[in-house]
Structure formats: structure tokens, C-alpha cells
């Protein structure tokens, strides 16, 4: 496999098409080598469009939601970001060249030490992989100026619209299978969100996402 070719061909085939225009975002999808964050026995499929399958029946997302998200929250130079699902690390290490600081919270400890080793391997030192349940939010380094949560929750817990600074950005994907929206919330004020539908999608529930309080839009 070329693999050059083949990554040029899925930002332009998948990517690019899916309204990812953002020229700083399809940069770094060359720069943040993918292959090097997908597991060994799927190294084929790292430029595929489709869902790769990880340790503890966990998956990454497909590289042209991946790219969207990272495109819809617009992580600058100073900003901290907590991502909920660490996954094989590599949405962090998108992140991370865009941030001042990832916190990544991963609840399996199989895929917590996938993250830190491959995060470590593409030498990306402004991430800390936190072990923990995320999915109710993550007290450490709060408030932050933009929180990613990868994977699907049903409704967003109201801890994550306290958890993020006035001018913040949390980007979730909201609902129930088989139709989910990505949602951008932006915190305008100490008491007023606005939310933006991105796309929708299907995609698997985040790890013990946890019923309780729930903010609905």
C-alpha cells in the first residue's frame, strides 16, 4: 500500500467533500500520522471510511467525523481541552497540536495505556490520559475552553455546560441509534448556550455513559 496515496486520497475523497475546508485541519491530517494510531491488525484500514475497531468493543470514529469535529471547535493556541474517550489517542493528538493542553479521559485501562503509548510514540507531550469514568464530566483542570466527547451520549449531562469557560466550545454527538446529531454547544454567557447541528450521524454510545441530570436542547 502507498501510503501517502492512500492518505491523500481519503482527505480528498472523504475529507474534503464532507465540508472540511479548513486548511490548518486538512494540514494536520499529514501530519498526524493515522496509521500509527490504529491497531496493528487494522493498519489497512486506517485511511478506510469506516469505524475501526479497538480494544474492550470500543471504535475510532471515521477519519471524515474526526476531521469535522476537529474543524467545528476551532481549538486555538492557548486554549485547554478535555476530551471524554481517549480511544487509541490519535483525536488527542489532533487536538494537541491545536491546544496548549489535551486532558484525555479514558475509562478501560487496555485502551488508557493504547492512548498513553501511542501518544508517547508520536512524541505528543502536551497530553495527560487520565484512567476514569468522563462521562459525567471531569473536575481536573475545569473549566476548559473546549470539551470533545467521543462518543455518543444520549442527552448531555449538565456538568459539561458548568465545565466549560464562557466563550467555550463542547462539541457531542446527542440521541439514540440509528439517528444522532453532532452538536456544537458554544457558552455565550455565565447562563446562555448556543447550539449548532453539524451533521447527523450513528455512531457507538460513549462507555458507561451515565443517566442523570441532563441538559436538553
Do not use: C
Request: net charge negative.
Amino acid at each position: 500500500m502507498n501510503i501517502e496515496q492512500a492518505r491523500f486520497n481519503m482527505i480528498e475523497q472523504q475529507i474534503r467533500p464532507w465540508n472540511v475546508l479548513d486548511q490548518d485541519v486538512l494540514d494536520l491530517l499529514v501530519v498526524v500520522k493515522r496509521e500509527d494510531f490504529v491497531p496493528a491488525t487494522y493498519k489497512t484500514l486506517a485511511f478506510v471510511d469506516t469505524e475501526i475497531p479497538l480494544p474492550g468493543g470500543e471504535a475510532m470514529f471515521t477519519p471524515k467525523i474526526e476531521a469535522r469535529i476537529l474543524q467545528e471547535v476551532a481549538v486555538k493556541k492557548h486554549e485547554n481541552v478535555l476530551e471524554v474517550g481517549a480511544g487509541s489517542g490519535y483525536m488527542a493528538a489532533l487536538l494537541a497540536h491545536k491546544a496548549r493542553h489535551v486532558t484525555t479521559v479514558e475509562i478501560n485501562p487496555e485502551l488508557k495505556e493504547l492512548a498513553s503509548k501511542n501518544l508517547a510514540n508520536a512524541g505528543v507531550s502536551n497530553v495527560t490520559v487520565e484512567l476514569g469514568n468522563g462521562a459525567e464530566g471531569w473536575d481536573k483542570g475545569a473549566p476548559f475552553d473546549v470539551i470533545v466527547i467521543s462518543g455518543a451520549l444520549e442527552s448531555l449531562p449538565e456538568v459539561f455546560l458548568k465545565q466549560v469557560k464562557v466563550g467555550g466550545r463542547i462539541a457531542a454527538i446527542i440521541g439514540q441509534a440509528p439517528v444522532m446529531s453532532a452538536q456544537v454547544i458554544t457558552r455565550v454567557s455565565e447562563t446562555a448556550y448556543d447550539t449548532v447541528k453539524v451533521f447527523e450521524t450513528n455512531v457507538k454510545m460513549l462507555s458507561t455513559s451515565v443517566k442523570s441530570s441532563h441538559f436538553t436542547f
